[in-house]
């Protein structure tokens, strides 16, 4: 009995100690850095263009009555503004579809370093737009700025995916959107009239991105890469073995090593697939369908919406124009800290309930948000109401859909599905973006105060979706992962040749016999 007391109390103290373990310096660092630089720039930009909004408009008006002696057409400048707003989603679809290409020779880390140049020439650009009295500067930063977000989506959730261990896989994944929570709210804040938000002094808000991307591009170069990559793409085991080391905290990485060779050994001879390939694999159907419904309820659930016009909307609900600033900026702190008790439970209670229970939320909060709206002129509290239900959907939103979706992409997909699976999320991320940030404006001039209504509806089907087809992974290995799917998808992964089976079914033929090219590998690398 004393015995197998002091057995478990040993087990109890090496499993903490391990988990201890797991959060190195180095893991934290890089997590912090590269997030710095790239998802908290793309929250940054999503808040930013609101609070400046009016001025913007005012620079747009004199500069077209500048050069064409006339104002501009209200209609016409409701489309610009509107353009001005959605183009930078369109710069992240061409950021995705160029992510591939260029982590492919570059790797994880020096991709998010040479995207740091899209950042500062971006800044530039729209800081002197009202100095150079060319509003089109504004509109093309904007769109740099957008490539800069659609690479920065594309490859830091990968990068955080590939090394971290499976035990801390969902909250190290979780800090991509912890840091666009905190984007958004320093976006709010330096857009406080007390601060940035002046006739003269706004453009400085689109100077301020120059910061984080310098911060990352000096820190950055000290960190490793991805172990991963550095083993399935560029076989170095020297390389990896030290990144292991630093990434993990300890000297001996003989099993993390092990894990690894085995995978590189069926890599060798597997090429990365494409979209089309992932798309036509029968056993990735509904992980493919899932990473798609994901995406899509992420953008079209109506948080962006609330970002890029909380003004108007507050306005709508009848505060003060004056008070409108500092009740945005309430939503970027509530945002912030649901993004954080996100990370610190998605461990315990896993992705799924998280994903059901925060857009179920969002659908009840949206349908309260709607009656306050309607009712708003029948007592002077009901606007404050209003304020209340959108708090709790932005809640809703950050407790589990806000940072889930990048988390799943990585671990539905195995290292050769991976890159084209991220181009597929961040296309259908990206255009969904775009569609929202281009037709809100008209939607809430058609429907007025109906129109969230429409987003209800979306995390209603957002819900039922994840409730009846997702399963549970966490602390699953990808294989685990796919053997879930296999019911569904009526055909089972291959169980012994991994990823090789994967890229030749996808390619229409057969592999190598991959299980006696494992063994000798594994045989000839022992660590």
């Known amino acids: 009995m004393e015995l197998r007391e002091k057995d478990t109390a040993e087990n109890k103290e090496n499993k903490s100690t391990r988990k201890k373990a797991d959060w190195s ?30 001025y913007i408009k005012a620079f747009y008006n004199e500069s077209w009555e500048r050069r064409h002696g006339h104002p501009i057409d209200p209609d016409t400048l409701t489309l610009l503004w509107s353009v001005t707003v959605s183009i930078f989603a369109i710069g992240g679809l061409v950021g995705t579809l160029i992510a591939k290409k260029i982590g492919k020779f570059l790797g994880r880390k020096n991709t998010l370093l040479i995207n740091n140049g899209f950042a500062i020439s971006a800044a530039l650009l729209m800081a002197f737009a009202l100095q150079a009295e060319a509003f089109e500067m504004l509109i093309v930063g904007r769109f740099i700025m957008g490539v800069d977000g659609g690479i920065s989506l594309s490859v830091l959730p990968m990068y955080l995916n590939e090394i971290s261990p499976k035990e801390i896989r969902g909250s190290l994944g ?99 697939l494409s979209v089309l390939q992932l798309l036509r694999a029968p056993f990735l159907r509904w992980q493919v369908i899932t990473v798609v419904v994901t995406m899509a309820c992420y953008q079209l659930c109506g948080l962006n919406a609330i970002w890029f016009y909380t003004n108007s909307i507050f306005g709508k609900a009848g505060i003060p124009q004056e008070k409108t600033p500092y009740v945005t900026l309430s939503t970027g702190g509530v945002e912030t800290l649901a993004s954080i008790f996100s990370g610190l439970v998605i461990e315990r209670l896993g992705r799924r ?61 195995q290292q050769s599905q991976r890159p084209a699976a991220f181009i597929m999320a961040g296309t259908v991320n990206w255009l969904s973006n775009f569609a929202v940030g281009l037709l809100f404006p008209f939607i809430q001039r058609s429907l007025d105060t109906y129109c969230f209504l429409v987003f209800a509806a979306i995390c209603v089907i957002g819900a039922l979706y994840f409730y009846f087809v997702l399963p549970e992974t966490k602390n699953r290995t990808h294989a685990e992962i796919s053997q879930e799917f296999a019911k569904r998808n009526k055909a089972s992964p291959p169980e012994e040749t991994g990823d090789t089976a994967v890229a030749e079914k996808a390619n229409g033929g057969p592999g190598p016999d991959s299980s006696s090219t494992l063994d000798n590998g594994v045989k000839d690398r022992a660590v």
């Open 25 to 54: 310096c180095s893991l934290v660092a890089v997590s912090l850095v590269g997030a710095l630089g790239s998802s908290f720039l793309y929250g940054y930009n999503l808040s930013v263009v609101n609070a400046p909004t009016p």
């Open 174 to 272: 979780q800090v991509t959107a912890i840091f666009i929570c905190i984007g958004v709210f320093v976006g709010q804040l330096l857009g406080l009239p007390e601060l940035l938000v002046k006739e003269s002094t706004w453009p400085y808000l689109f100077g301020v991105i120059m910061v984080p991307a310098f911060i990352q591009l000096v820190s950055l170069p000290f960190l490793p890469e991805s172990p991963h990559y550095l083993l399935l793409e560029k076989h170095d085991e020297a390389r990896a073995m030290k990144a292991f080391q630093t990434f993990l905290g300890k000297a001996d990485v003989s099993r993390e090593m092990q894990e690894a060779l085995a995978e590189s050994c069926v890599q060798r001879n597997v090429h990365l």
């Open 353 to 413: 309930p998280l994903l059901i229970g925060g857009f179920g939320l969002m659908a009840v909060f949206f349908g309260a948000l709607t009656v306050t709206l309607v009712l708003q002129d029948h007592a002077a509290w009901i606007p404050y109401l209003s304020i209340v239900c959108i708090l709790a959907v932005i809640a809703a939103f950050c407790s589990g859909p806000g940072g889930i979706p990048f988390i799943l992409t990585g671990e539905l997909f």
